[in-house]
């Protein structure tokens, strides 16, 4: 069965500071996509990636936050300077066009 | 107002009873998943709809998209199928976001 990875599982970092998620999509997947979940909360969407450009972003997805795929392989999440409320697990997610879209494990992130 | 609705919020069941976990959602769609969200937090994507029925051993998923509701029926359920099970849409129109119900929490006891 094929997997998203998704590093590091759980993060705990200090306010303002930067930080980078780490996601290894199903390598013949075309699309990548961001979401966060805060503590008993529902999944939002941040962010889908398509052909090396942001096809689509929430309007939680401001300027602090950026993705990239620097290698082909590796899809990231970066936050800037974190706030408190940046508090949340993050899920990569993957999928081809009209197919079953596959998470990862969830990274996460927790800002003092 | 959600755009996708689920009910129960909670459900609590006892081993070998048949489950339906319903979603209504307010927008059009090109495709509806359920997915299964365990403890840990890990999700699992059951079934990605856009019409009639799909069957996956013990999980049956059905849409009827004129009255925007689906369902999710566990047949026999064990234990093990504790877990939240998510609603998610993904809207009709040039969009592969998808939105997100809040869950519904089963426990199954033996």
């Known amino acids: 069965e094929p997997e998203v990875t998704q590093t590091p599982s759980h993060q705990v970092t200090q306010m303002g500071q930067e930080v980078i998620l780490r996601c290894v999509p199903i390598s013949n997947h075309l699309y990548f996509y961001w979401y966060r979940q805060i503590l008993g909360q529902k999944v939002e969407f941040l962010v889908s990636f398509y052909n090396n450009e942001i096809s689509e972003k929430s309007e939680i997805f401001d300027d602090q936050f950026s993705v990239e795929r620097p290698d082909g392989s590796n899809f990231t999440l970066k936050i800037r300077s974190t706030k408190l409320e940046d508090s949340a697990m993050y899920f990569c997610?993957?999928?081809?066009?009209?197919?079953?879209?596959?998470f990862g494990e969830g990274s996460w992130l927790t800002v003092v | 107002k959600n755009e996708v609705e689920q009910s129960p919020q909670n459900l609590t069941a006892q081993e070998g009873e048949f489950i339906t976990i319903n979603c209504s959602y307010s927008v059009g769609i090109s495709a509806l998943h359920w997915l299964q969200q365990h403890p840990g937090g890990g999700i699992v994507s059951l079934f990605m709809l856009s019409s009639g029925k799909k069957k996956h051993g013990r999980l049956i998923a059905t849409i009827n998209i004129q009255e925007k509701h689906s369902s999710l029926h566990i047949t026999a359920s064990h234990p093990r199928d504790s877990a939240v099970y998510i609603c998610a849409v993904a809207r009709a129109g040039n969009t592969d976001k998808l939105i997100f119900g809040t869950g519904t929490r089963l426990q199954v006891f033996p």
């Open positions: 997610a993957s999928s081809t066009v009209g197919y079953t879209i596959y």
